[in-house]
C-alpha cells in the first residue's frame, strides 16, 4: 500500500523577521509556529524543520527497532527514543544523535545496540538524511 502525507507551511515577511505555521495536513495533528530566531537561536515555543526532522527520525526508528526486536523475539515493553539534531546557521544541519532507551526482556545491552544499528540501517527517514553523520546510543532500562 502506497501512502502519501502532506505538511503544509505558510509563511509571511522576510526570513529574519517572518512568522510561519507549519500544518500536519494529512493528520490534521495540529500546526505549529515557526520563526527564523526559534530556528538558529531559542525555540521559544516555536519549532523549526530541525526538530521536525528529529520527530520524524524519532518515530521511524522507534516503529523500525521495535520490529527488528519483535522478529528476533524479542518484543520491547517499552522504546524511548531521542532525536538530537544539530543545525548551524549559515551551514545547515551538522549531524543527529540518537538516544534510545528500552525495556527489552530477555537480551542484553549488545543486542539491543545490534538492533539499533540493524534498525537505523533501515529506515527509510534516516535513508532520506543524507549528507551528514547521525551517532547512536542505546541504554536498556
Known sequence: MVTIRTAHTQWHGSLADGTGEATLFSSG??????TWSARAEAAQGRTGPEELIAAALSTCFSMGLSDVLTQAGNAPEHIETFVHVTFQSGEGIK?????VNGTVPGISDKDLAGAAE????????R????GFE???E????
Open 118 to 125: 540493524e534498525a537505523m540501517k533501515n529506515s527509510s527517514v
Open 134 to 136: 547521525v551517532s547512536l
Open 95 to 99: 549531524g543527529m544523535h540518537v538516544e
Open 29 to 34: 495533528a495540529g500546526s505549529f509556529d515557526v
Open 138 to 141: 542505546t541504554m536498556l532500562a
Open 127 to 130: 535513508n532520506a538524511l543524507t
